[in-house]
């Protein structure tokens, strides 16, 4: 198949690409670089032998997007593009909803004009906002969030089941990450944000790193056992893969369907520092601090549908994540 990939140069659209490229489909990928570096190109072709077709542009600008369209018989499309930082998306609400709405709502004209009806979209376990008692399913109100960003992926997932009931022979399949860490096998592809991190994975790589001096652990005294905070941490590349059985599932379905990426299991804050402790033979100095706003004290996934309407489960450990994720930051200091 011929993939869009927009968004392909970030963190989980790079890994993603890879195993596309490794399954041989012909990937074009479509990024701003605004919050990814060209060398991931690079790295990629490093890594399979194989460049994608690279446009650097907002996917919001429909006329190059149309362009893209014109040269590649694009089947279907893995929408990762969009802002993320959820700090940022409080301060910055307008910012958030115009590009990551825009973006999408331009994608999906430029797919109607062009008859393309698969779409792979990023969507966030953050839907599920702080009333549902977890393992979050897919049945339950996934309605509200605690940021713009967040609304950002409600209303996206609103636009996309409207759209499909209108376009019946439209497929959605909206993948609701849980969280996402660890860096490819190689240690030429990882998570590496601009600044400091805010996200806790990247921070330990920091600080393991020498680069940061110490993790603060936003609260202990949360109501889990060990009193820090709970997340299904998913290895990155299990997660690129949800994308491929998710294009499949989409080849042979029509509406829009919301699926969560888990692995069912929640680890905390202070697991998940042992844990890289283990397997780096490296100390994470951390200390307590007060409790970031906003955070949830524990959720994970039920991760049930995932593997009935996808065949997909996730097969790597929390210890496989911490393994690679120091190998990206050995590899790139
Ligand atoms: N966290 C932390 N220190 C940090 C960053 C994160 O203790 O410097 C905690 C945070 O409170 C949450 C967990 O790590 O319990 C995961 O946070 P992250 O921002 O990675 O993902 P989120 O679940 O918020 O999307």
Known sequence: MNVLVTGGAGYIGSHTVVELINARHQVIV???????????????????????EFYQMDCADKNRLQQ???????????????????GESVKKPLAYYRNNLDSTMTLLEVMEEFGCRKLVFSSSATVYGPDNPHPYKESMPAVCSASPYGWTKVMIERILKDYATAHPNFCAVLLRYFNPIGAHVSGLLGDDPNGIPNNLMPYIGRVAGGKLERLTIFGGDYPTPDGTCQRDYLHVVDLAIGHLKALEYAESNHGAEAINLGTGKGTSVLELVYAFQKVSGIQVP??????????LPAFWADAEKAKRLLGWEAMYTVEDMCRSTWNFVRKNK
């Open 286 to 295: 951390y200390v307590i601090g007060p409790r970031r706003e906003g955070d």
């Open 68 to 86: 893209v369209f014109i040269h590649h018989r694009i089947d279907a499309v893995i929408h990762f593009a969009g802002f993320k930082a959820v």
């Open 30 to 52: 479509v990024d701003d670089l605004s919050n990814a570096r060209i060398d991931v190109l690079d790295r990629i072709e490093e890594i399979c032998g194989r460049r994608p």
